[in-house]
């Protein structure tokens, strides 16, 4: 299994850290990617859960930053979402299926 894309989605956030203009959401922005390091080094497959409201939070601050970082925590998103589908079906509780029926972006 690879955790190349939690490393590039960890990536992505710390470019979006260094990427201006300063809005007060940098040390949230932080927490996420310090949250993704430690799962692309850890033993086990992450949860799927952490998982999910880790894109959820990034989500939020997509909406919430300017145009140059959101580009940074879309392409976080991106990486999150194909991490998912690496290690998908038997781990997945079926939450983002109903959430993409409804139409939700994850």
Known sequence: MTRSHLRAANRALLRAIRTP????VESEIDRIADSLWTLARADRRPDPD????????????????????????????????AYRRTTAAPFDSGADRRLAEAGARI
Not at 21 to 24: A, R
Not at 51 to 80: F, G, I, K, N
């Open 50 to 81: 952490r998982l999910r409201r880790l894109r959820r939070r990034l989500a939020d601050l997509e909406s919430r930053v300017a145009p140059e970082r959101a580009a940074c925590v879309r392409r976080a998103r991106a990486h999150l979402r």
């Open 21 to 24: 203009p300063d809005t007060g």
